[in-house]
Nanobody, 122 residues
Framework: VQLQASGGGLVQAGGSLRLSCAAS????????MGWYRQAPGKQRELVASITSSGSTAYVDSVKGRFTISRDTAKNTVYLQMNSLNPEDTAVYYC?????????????????WGQGTQVTVSS
């Protein structure tokens, strides 16, 4: 199972970016998908998550600016980031907690994407 993230880049404050993360590997089902970020010198933090039923959660600092969504058919999670500010600068990692592969009854746990850099200039 692999997670492939894309969509990072350099943007001015107030701008927008959309991150994508596609899971692959004969996948039959995915539980929770999410995005973490890690800024230099700081701990990795959970930014947003979405369950298989579509329930979402956000860290307070991004509420009203970021939107997480998923395309179940494509095994893909998105993070639409609007009104970006320099404090959002970080490496963003997609995460999946549990995956069931086709032909298997068991779940595999804890998958991470490779990280994508988001830099917001002031």
């Amino acid at each position: 199972v692999q997670l492939q993230a894309s969509g990072g880049g350099l943007v001015q404050a107030g701008g927008s970016l959309r991150l994508s993360c596609a899971a692959s590997g004969n996948i039959a089902g995915i539980n929770l998908m999410g995005w973490y970020r890690q800024a230099p010198g700081k701990q990795r933090e959970l930014v947003a998550s979405i369950t298989s039923s579509g329930s979402t959660a956000y860290v307070d600092s991004v509420k009203g600016r970021f939107t997480i969504s998923r395309d179940t058919a494509k095994n893909t999670v998105y993070l639409q980031m609007n009104s970006l500010n320099p404090e959002d600068t970080a490496v963003y990692y997609c995460y999946v907690d549990r995956i069931r592969q086709a032909g298997s009854l068991s779940m595999k746990t804890d998958f991470w994407g490779q990280g994508t850099q988001v830099t917001v200039s002031s």
